[in-house]
């Protein structure tokens, strides 16, 4: 294994890091103070278009699609350290490069699975930042940590499919841009093979029966630069038969397919959010002085920032060695260490950014700092795409397999 960065990867690096402290951090402020005044928060403030314009015309976009084609051609070890630089403002710079979720993964369906149609209907668009998409899986009346648990329904009707449920915390559906959902549903309920009984079929925002009732919070955030997060009802909705993702009974496939890289560029963002609040917390430390000394005198503070370097090249280490492995032996074999660093990297991040919120005091669970917002992120990300204890579930499970007759 060898993690050096390519001549390329560092092109790009310093390309990318120019355009964060030239362009993206100035605009996180802009951001905000622009939709106050818009007629809906759930409008896209202009600096953000001007960021994708200028990211675009750098070359800094869609460089998550490892389809040459369609992207920007990158392995997964090439994109991990540009993921961990936008993640240092995951509220504003993947969708500034056009690599923010739920689109990625949207786009990487879209790209595998679809018809040469749907492409040129969605994933062009998609792909130019025109438009928005949202993935529709999450429902509030099942566990859906469990994905076979899932009740939307959709029903085969001559040449429509019709799709009726209740779906939740889907990502980017409150933004007006967002025109196209994924939705995964049941054609087959009954059917023997559980996870044969799912589809994933393309719906529409202005479908009638499609309708957004409210946003959901995250902490009290409504994550409007994200898109926020909906209810959405599926009341017999009607799309044709054209607009199914795939075969009937392919859903659970994709959704996999889906979630290996999403599960890998949360984790490589996050190590981007862990290094902020590092630097956050040591400008803070030399800045400040309490009971006589400065807070990078005080021993405690020496111990939060020590174990947080520590733990990030950890962290670090283990999201780019699953890198490697997705590029080498693909998502299969890559099975453990997505796991593996799903379930360490929310945790170990989490405890670095409360330790720099717990140094700013009153300031860092304020709106002055990015440091509480960027809690509420990580910690959705103990959920998000599999909580802890599904995957742990299944680490364990391979592990003991190794001992059993």
């Not at 438009?131 to 429509?160: H, K, Q, Y």
């Not at 520590?310 to 283990?318: M, N, P």
Request: charged share 25%.
């Amino acid at each position: 294994m060898d993690f050096a960065f390519d001549a390329r990867t560092e092109e790009l690096r310093g390309k990318l890091l120019a355009f964060m402290d030239e362009y993206v951090y100035p605009a996180e402020a802009v951001a905000e103070e622009q939709r106050a005044a818009l007629a809906s928060p759930w409008d896209t403030p202009a600096v953000v278009e001007e960021l994708k314009a200028e990211a675009r015309r750098q070359g800094l976009w869609n460089l998550f699609l490892p389809d040459a084609e369609h992207g920007a051609g990158l392995t997964n070890l090439q994109y991990a350290p540009l993921a961990e630089i936008t993640g240092r403002s995951p509220h504003l710079a993947p969708t500034a490069t056009n690599c923010a979720a739920p689109d990625t993964g949207n786009m990487e369906v879209l790209a595998q699975f679809a018809t040469e149609q749907q492409k040129k209907q969605w994933l062009e668009p998609l792909l130019a930042g025109e438009i928005r998409s949202a993935f529709a899986m999450t429902e509030p009346e099942v566990a859906s940590s469990d994905a076979t648990n899932i009740t939307t329904l959709i029903e085969r009707d001559g040449d429509d499919y019709v799709i009726t449920g209740r779906k939740w915390y889907i990502s980017g559906a409150m933004n007006p841009d967002c025109k196209i959902f994924i939705v995964m549903g049941k054609t087959d309920p009954d059917g023997a093979d559980i996870r044969r009984q799912q589809s994933m079929i393309l719906v529409p925002r202005d479908t009638p029966g499609v309708t957004i009732t409210r946003a959901m919070q995250v902490f009290g955030y409504e994550d409007h630069s994200h898109g926020g997060h909906a209810e959405v009802i599926f009341d017999h909705a009607r799309v044709p038969v054209s607009n199914l993702i795939g075969e009937e009974g392919g859903g659970f496939a994709i959704a996999q397919a889906r979630l290996g890289p999403g599960r890998i560029h949360h984790c490589m963002r996050l190590i981007g959010m862990a290094e902020r609040a590092i630097e956050l917390m040591c400008r803070r430390a030399v800045s400040r002085t309490a009971f006589g000394k400065a807070l990078a005198q005080q021993g405690v503070v020496h111990n939060w920032i020590a174990d947080a370097r520590v733990t990030v090249e950890q962290l670090r280490l283990l999201v780019l060695k699953t890198a490697w492995l997705m590029d080498t032996v693909g998502n299969r074999g890559a099975h453990t260490e997505i796991q593996a660093i799903k379930i360490a990297t929310p945790r170990a991040v989490i405890d670095i950014i409360d330790s720099a919120i717990q140094l700013h005091g009153a300031g860092g669970v304020s709106q002055d700092f990015p440091l509480a917002e960027l809690y509420a992120a990580a910690r959705t990300l103990r959920i998000a795409d599999g909580p802890d204890e599904v995957h742990q579930r299944s680490l364990a499970r391979r592990e003991l397999k190794k001992y059993l007759p």
